[in-house]
């Protein structure tokens, strides 16, 4: 829709909602505003105007690709090489402040080659939320160990702390954690927890680049990292990936797994040199193309997750005031990042009507919001079956702080620039709705 048209659609909308509303609800608390039935504009799904006139294309558009990045790849088309490599590994560590950083083709590869490195002796343990990624599981049974699962907090889908130390084994030699959606896992403690009990702290930031907890960078908390560049990450170089280590031995075993060209390049006193040539199975060096595109964002990376932490505050800050409404936590002293969604949650009970329903209601008024659920590792057949594994992965059994995620959680596509007509139109919608939750409810 032309911007103009869109404008006045949205004033249109605007003013029929305070007419209908009574310019009374507008400076009301948020319980008396939202209090449910005072709305008597129809609801969309009932045949009454639909609240969302806006397209969100431009807003949610990603990645932001513009002349910088056309300009890399060409000049790579027009003189191609890999040293592009060294530099984004080189730029990528220094804004890390870690000495040392390889890059692959993508996150996958990076978790492969972090695991390989890790050298536990087969049946080695790994604490990690079952509500996660595969990604990084799958390769570790190359190497023989095995996830332990654990629940998540069901505030901010990461994992528990507490229900981590519930499950330690005396196979137990390592504790992943993954920062999910943005919103780091709480570093401080976990690195505590493992210091207690000798683990080894590894991080999947592959939703979190950037994100810091006590001002620490995630990927620096843990004793190695890896991070996904495929394009919907906060760090999108179409696709690809990159590993962080703090010591030598670990990044030169990581990079000798998939990196037959590089072992000559280590100190003569390196134990890998003479793997030159063979490597240990995996050839996963980043395409140049994906380095020169990844280079580039890395420069945007701060003023990008900046741009999408305030529309989410945007957009948030008034959502939150809605009965049974929350949003994902984050610590007051953790920075988080946006990744893909801006994820909420509804408690039923205080919203007075079933997920279900407001978003189908909120759908019909034209918020692009879904039901948001997870497929938990542990359900998954791979994880089920012994032949896969050293051992079985013990089932973690019920997992209380998954499942309430899984029954409350929803999501709303990540703004990625200024839209501040289209938020308002998306609260205003949601507003609507929850004016309407008795009615909804009964349905
Ligand atoms: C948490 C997490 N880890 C790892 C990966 C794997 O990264 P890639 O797709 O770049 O291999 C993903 C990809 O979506 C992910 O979400």
Known sequence: ??????????????????????????????????????????????????????????ATRWPLYGKEEEEAVLALVRNPGYGVIKEFEKEWADFHGMPYAKAHFNGTSALTSMMFALDLPPGSEVLVASYSTWFPLVPARFFGLVPR????????????????????????RAILAVHWYGVPCEMDRIVEFAKEHDLIVLEDCSHAHGAAVKGKLVGTWGRMSAF???????????????????????????????????PNTFPADSPYRKYHGTAFGSKLRIHPMAAALARCQLKRLKEYNTAGVAQLRRLNDRLTQLPGLTEQYARPDMDRVVYANNLLFIDEAKAGMSREAAVAAL????????????????TMPLFQEAKWWHHLPENPGELPGS???????????????????????????FEKVWAHRKQIGKA
């Open 1 to 58: 829709m032309p911007r103009r048209k869109a404008d006045r659609a949205s004033q249109s909308t605007r003013r029929n909602f305070l007419k209908t509303t009574g310019a009374a609800a507008v400076g009301l608390s948020a319980g008396t505003r939202f209090a449910a039935g005072q709305n008597t504009e129809q609801l969309a799904l009932h045949g009454g105007p639909k609240a969302v006139t806006l397209s969100d294309e431009a």
């Open 228 to 262: 996904s560049l495929q394009m919907g990450k906060p760090l999108p170089a179409i696709e690809g990936g990159m590993a962080m280590y703090h010591t030598r031995e670990d990044f030169e075993r990581a990079t000798v797994y998939g990196n037959y060209d590089l």
């Open 149 to 172: 699962f654990v629940d998540v907090d069901p505030r901010t889908i990461n994992i528990d702390v507490e229900d981590a130390k519930k499950r330690l084994t005396k196979n137990t």
């Open 363 to 378: 759908r019909a008024e034209g918020v692009p919001v879904g039901v948001y659920k997870w497929v938990l590792l542990h």
């Open 403 to 429: 499942n309430q995620v899984n029954k409350t959680l929803i999501k709303l596509p990540h703004l990625t620039r200024e839209a501040p007509e289209l938020v308002d139109q998306w609260v205003r919608a």
